[in-house]
């Protein structure tokens, strides 16, 4: 069974309990509190897809399903804990900040991930002006100090971004060296207002392909948008 909801206030009886044969779970624009969401996830124990779009009232997540292995959150939380999703494999994260807090917010979530495979970081739909006003040049540094585990499975990432900046490719040098079993590293630049021009890309592309990698099958894909 699959629920999509867009637009819509979710205020059920207090004595809700979930969808036992719920699967599939999307929200998008949806009006709801933290322990409504708490209430829906957990009783549904069949739930594998949860994905969460900008939803008002939910600014600190927690998702405590066994049995998700998807999961795509966007919106302007402040904390999510998913200490009980640990069969998660698949986590997808569009938040408007990329700053320590968010660093520090992600690195804990990610520790007790161990079956993650794939990891999606996406901040496409700010404005790079936005980006570049909220960081603060030390991006990801609480990432090198707390990489885990979670790092074992991890065979795909993907990472959208309005430009590429010396916190990013910290990023992406940090889990090149920590992922022994990476597949594929997709990096992918949206349109700005600057572009990119041909001699830029060319030089980007070479210093991306002479990264030092933990595993000699991971294959390092780029992509300009702009």
Known sequence: MALDLSFYSLNPSCDYKGIPSLKNLTLASVRLNVSILESLVSGSGRLKKLQLFDC??????????????????????NAINLSKSSNLKVFVVAHPKRDNAFATMISNDLEGLL????????????????LESQSDGCFWENMNCQSGSWLGFLRRVYIILGEIRLEDMELIKFLLLNTKVLDEFFIEIIETSKGMDQAKQLSLENQLHSLPKASSRAKIIFKNSS
Not at 57 to 77: D, E, M, R, T
Not at 115 to 130: A, N, P, R, T, Y
Request: no cysteine; glycine share 8%.
């Open 115 to 130: 079956g993650l495979e794939v990891l999606f970081i996406h901040d496409s739909f700010m404005q790079s002006s936005q």
């Open 56 to 77: 008002d009232g939910l600014y600190h997540l927690k998702i405590h399903a066994s049995s998700l292995s998807f999961l795509y959150v966007q919106g302007k939380f």
